[in-house]
């Protein structure tokens, strides 16, 4: 029987404190019907939640009963939520991919050809065999209730240079689900025997810069332990508010918010706050239950400042792209710079002259990375 998850809301009547659940949905099958008595995780207060299938659905709180409508017939009295809300959107936006087809960022440092297709073709020819080993780890960390955050591949790639090229894929490991990955599905974090720095500094199109980011950010998630966006605009105010929350969409699905924080001006996140229509959800409704992206209200603001430039931050160095150009598709040219920094240089060169207190979410602590 097919099963459907629908997440949950609901704010407590009394502080608005917000409690999210999961009810299961038995699809073509029978649905109990039911409550949950829930004290409030923040002032006590206890009230009920209607949910179908009470003892199958999760919750990240306690509750003091649960009733099946068709054996408990009476219910305590008590309030319900003033507001409550079932939704299917992700936890998060991040659903980040690789534009194989697109401009390459790992090109061979002797020939100047691109990698990533064969790279791509490498992957697809052993994936048979990847996929069964990577099943088999899969059954064992299920049997061992264990975890293990991706699942990584290293492989060879052919170039026509004659030097041995090692590509890195990598794809989020996520256990008890039976859809199988495609080829596409892994991210290229590395190619050994190919040089960013040459590649990357230098005049290019505002297109490719965005294609250069997108490309470095699934490098940095795997590779690097933070990652930093830090530009004063994202978009421009001549575009419709469509195509700049397309902006802002492919933004946010390349950036995990445990993972990254994002400064920018105070008036640019107010302007994101204030696109919506049919191709955005308010804004502060997201946010009233919680759902708003986490790296927007972490509201890391840029003052006196017009830096563009982006990290990914590790313990044993950093690589920081940077350039004149914003967050914003075209066929204009800017001026792009790579570099690699020790962490002692990255923190005098760049992180102690941003003065602002970074409020990564997920991240305990100040500016320190």
Not at 43 to 58: D, G, Q
Not at 119 to 145: C, D
Request: net charge negative.
């Amino acid at each position: 029987m097919d099963v459907r998850v629908e997440n949950g809301v609901a704010l407590c009547p009394s502080c608005s404190k917000i409690h999210n659940y999961k009810e299961v949905h038995y699809v073509g099958g029978i649905n109990d019907r039911g409550h949950w008595q829930i004290k409030c995780a923040g002032c006590a207060t206890e009230f009920l939640v209607r949910v179908k299938n009470p003892m199958e659905s999760h919750r990240e709180f306690a509750i003091v009963a649960s009733f099946d409508d068709e054996i408990d017939e009476d219910l305590p009295d008590l309030p319900f939520p003033d507001h409550s809300v079932r939704h299917t959107f992700p936890e998060n936006d991040y659903a980040p991919d690789f534009d194989y087809e697109g401009v390459s960022l790992y090109v061979c440092e002797h020939t100047g050809d691109g990698l990533e297709l064969a790279a791509l073709k490498a992957l697809t020819a052993e994936f048979k065999r990847i996929s069964n080993q990577q099943m088999i780890a899969h059954n064992f960390l299920l049997a061992h209730r264990t975890s293990s955050q991706h699942s990584i591949v290293h492989i060879d790639v052919p170039c026509t240079c004659g030097h041995n090229h090692k590509a890195t894929f990598y794809m989020d490991l996520k256990l008890g689900i039976d859809e199988q990955p495609t080829p596409t599905d892994y991210l290229l974090a590395d190619i050994t025997g190919t040089g960013l720095v040459d590649r990357l500094t230098g005049v290019h199109s505002k297109s490719d810069a965005m294609a250069f980011l997108a490309k470095l950010l699934a490098r940095w998630h795997l590779l690097h332990d933070r990652v930093l966006i830090v530009s004063p605009f994202v978009g421009y105010s001549q575009l419709s508010a469509e195509k700049r929350y397309e902006i802002w969409t492919w933004l946010l699905e390349h950036l995990s918010p445990d993972r990254a924080v994002l400064v920018t001006r105070p008036a640019t996140f107010t302007e994101f706050k204030t696109l919506e229509g049919d191709f955005a959800p308010p804004y502060e409704l997201l946010r009233m239950f919680g759902m708003e992206n986490k790296l927007i209200s972490a509201n890391n603001k840029l003052h006196k400042s017009h830096a563009k430039f982006y990290a990914g931050i590790g313990s044993e160095g950093v690589e920081v792209l940077s350039g004149s150009a914003n967050l914003v598709p075209g066929p204009s040219l800017e001026n792009l710079s790579f570099g690699r920094f020790t962490p002692a240089k990255w923190q005098s060169n760049y992180e102690s002259k941003l003065g602002i207190e970074l409020n990564r979410p997920g991240f305990a602590g100040g500016s320190n990375f």
